[in-house]
């Protein structure tokens, strides 16, 4: 059982440093990295085994027995709560490809200090290329500002390799201002009605397709709808097998936070005007 605690924490520590090197950040972004949660769990097995080696026993073993009972509760309430969320998750609206939509918003992901986009991201620049490919009506935005530890905005190099796969420039706006997606939402809607000369409730009212991982669509579609958008359906791009628990881990963690946002503040609220 020592091996196997063992070779579990050492595989935890290994991802968090795989994940880095995946998608380098400056110093400060690497330090405040969600991705350390894979370093603390496996240091936290590592420190366990060891524990019991040197006192012979768990410090498990010497909790008292309503304390061992409100971590059990603690824990099963956890792990049956996350089971709820990605059930939700896992169920977005999917739009075909061929679904005509008047704009389609392109949200960003991530970037890393060198300006470059994770192969996730570039997942779901392919898929937005398809589909204005396929519908040469539409105009897209594309959506992500420069955050807090990293130089670089997103939605220019989101143009950038939109352009590269054979999208006229004149079909896509840039939002680069954006630091999470409801400012995703509200500021690309805000720039569509500009652009066309028409109120941000006709924005709202119009089929619109949201394009971004398939663990990040539910979340994104009901935000957008939270804001307004009345008729919202996501396009899932594919993300890389070496991401999947960790993007999910982390979906599960924002898509509870959202509902507890909901439930506390009532926010996001629907844009006006």
């Known amino acids: 059982m020592n091996i196997v605690l063992i070779i579990l924490g050492v595989l935890c520590i290994a991802y968090d440093a795989i994940l880095i090197l995946l998608n380098p950040g400056t110093f400060l972004d690497i330090v405040v990295s969600f991705n350390h949660i ?36 603690l824990l099963f309430a956890c792990v049956l709560i996350s089971i709820i969320n990605l059930t939700f998750i896992l169920k977005p609206s999917v739009v075909s490809i061929n679904d005509k939509a008047d704009h389609v918003i392109l949200l960003g992901g991530g970037i890393n200090k060198n300006g470059k986009l994770p192969q996730s991201v570039i997942n779901r620049v392919e898929k937005t290329a398809e589909y204005l490919k396929m519908n040469q009506d ?10 807090k530890w990293l130089p670089f905005a997103e939605a220019p190099e989101l143009k950038n390799q939109l352009v590269i796969r054979g ?32 109120s941000v409730q006709e924005v709202l009212d119009t089929p619109t397709v949201v394009v971004t991982n398939h663990f990040h669509l539910r979340r994104a579609e009901r935000l957008a709808r939270r804001i307004g958008f009345t008729d919202v359906k996501g396009i899932p791009a594919h993300c890389p097998a070496i991401y999947i628990p ?15 946002r909901i439930l506390l503040t009532g926010e996001p609220k629907r844009l006006v005007g």
């Not at 105009?139 to 992500?144: E, H």
């Not at 896509?172 to 652009?195: G, H, P, R, W």
């Not at 960790?246 to 507890?260: D, F, G, M, P």
Request: with cysteine.
């Open 38 to 73: 894979w370093f603390v769990f496996g240091a936290f097995l590592i420190f366990h085994v060891i524990y019991r080696i040197k006192k012979g026993h768990s410090f498990w073993s010497t909790w008292k027995k309503w304390v061992k009972l409100t971590f059990v509760s």
């Open 138 to 147: 539409s105009i897209c935005v594309v959506t992500g500002g420069t955050l």
């Open 167 to 198: 999208i006229e420039p004149g079909r896509i706006l840039v939002e680069d201002q954006a630091k999470d997606t409801i400012q995703n939402f509200q500021f690309s809607c805000k720039m569509i009605a500009e652009y066309k000369g028409i």
């Open 246 to 260: 960790h993007c999910y881990l982390r979906e599960i963690c924002a898509y509870i936070k959202l509902n507890l």
